[in-house]
């Protein structure tokens, strides 16, 4: 098993930043890459952004681009998603998720294939 903890959701103005964490701990060998997600009331959970151990490699979905940067600390088995710029239409619980997988990009498009998840953290943006 994987356990998945999100941290460091919370309220922020238009234009603000906020970094979120996500630590794994368990059998970590099990996954090759984790991600993070979210879904706003109503609409489907979707891809963020992912990152793979295996080879380094980063997806990130159009709409974050440039805005949002994924990193990780091996040594903690930590991944972050530092996001900058928020607007009103990020606001959604964001999951992080972790998975066996060929790509960050398969990984990221494909959320209900995905085997381990965190309990997710708010993230709200408003004035």
């Known amino acids: 098993q994987v356990q998945l903890v999100e941290s460091g959701g919370g309220l922020v103005q238009p234009g603000g930043s906020l970094r979120l964490s996500c630590a794994a701990s368990g059998l970590t060998f099990v996954y090759n890459a984790i991600g993070w997600f979210r879904q706003a009331p109503g609409k489907e959970r979707e891809g963020v952004s992912c990152?793979?151990?295996?080879?380094?490699?980063?997806y990130y979905q159009d709409s974050v681009t440039g805005r949002f940067t994924i990193s990780r600390d091996n040594a903690k088995n930590t991944v972050y998603l530092q996001m900058n710029s928020l607007k009103p239409e990020d606001s959604a619980v964001y999951y992080c998720?972790?998975?066996?997988?060929?790509?960050?990009?398969?990984?990221?498009?494909?959320?209900?294939?995905?085997?381990?998840w965190g309990q997710g953290t708010q993230v709200t943006v408003s004035s």
């Open positions: 990152i793979s151990y295996s080879d380094g490699s980063i």
């Open positions: 998720a972790a998975t066996r997988t060929p790509t960050v990009r398969a990984m990221c498009n494909s959320p209900s294939r995905l085997s381990y």
